[in-house]
């Protein structure tokens, strides 16, 4: 695979940046990290499937199957391993926190 080496870029004044040729007509998720940091993951565009029948709106009286009780009381009957779970979140982070941690500790250790 070709490497792309890192690359200084600034935004100008109209708010724009140039990736460059090699990246012309991509489109790019942008993502926004509260830390400031800006990703772009290139994505691709796919086509929404067509149907005969026109899209259903959503209803405002629509509940979840099994409706809210079946829900409220899985809940109620797994409350210790949700606590337990939320608890690990709060602890160790999401999976997405853990991976930027073990990314950055990687690029920290190698640098």
Known sequence: ???VPDMLKEVG???Q???GKRF???LFEMVI???GR???IPMKLVAAA???RPAKAAQADWLPPGGYAQANAWALANREALESYADAMAREGTAAEQLQRYLQD???SAG
Do not use: K, W
Request: proline share 4%.
């Open 38 to 40: 800006v990703e772009l």
């Open 17 to 19: 940046i140039s990736l």
């Open 1 to 3: 695979m070709n490497e």
């Open 106 to 108: 990687t690029e920290d």
């Open 33 to 35: 990290h509260p830390d």
């Open 24 to 26: 012309a007509g991509q």
């Open 13 to 15: 004044s109209s708010g």
């Open 50 to 52: 067509r149907s005969s």
